[in-house]
């Protein structure tokens, strides 16, 4: 009952007062230690421009891959095609069973991963 007693209420306003104003000063003091170095616009502007163009080469790079296989995989096709049709045909009935097989053996393999 002595809480609300009227001394003891201006005594605790003077310590939440004093205590808040402790607290207040230890946190300027904090944000004044701790420096916060905000990059500029261009920083950024830059690494996304070297992003870019890293982007770009690499894709280029697997384009460029992509057309030489392409090539490579035609040219022989056609050789086979025209001075050895034994050897077309036995690569395409082959190439038929590969894939058949790969697509089971994925099929499986997907189905017990999830099952």
Known sequence: MKKNHPVY?????????????QIKKSLEEFDDTISIDVPQVSFFEQTIKRKRQK????????VLMFLV??????????????HQPEVFLTLQVL???????YTFYVKRKVESSHG
């Open 9 to 21: 209420q201006n005594h605790s306003d003077k310590r939440d007062q004093e205590t808040v104003s």
């Open 55 to 62: 982007a770009r080469r690499e894709w280029r790079k697997e």
């Open 69 to 82: 296989t392409a090539a490579l995989i035609l040219c022989f096709l056609f050789l086979s095609l025209f």
């Open 95 to 101: 190439s038929v069973i590969f894939i058949g097989i």
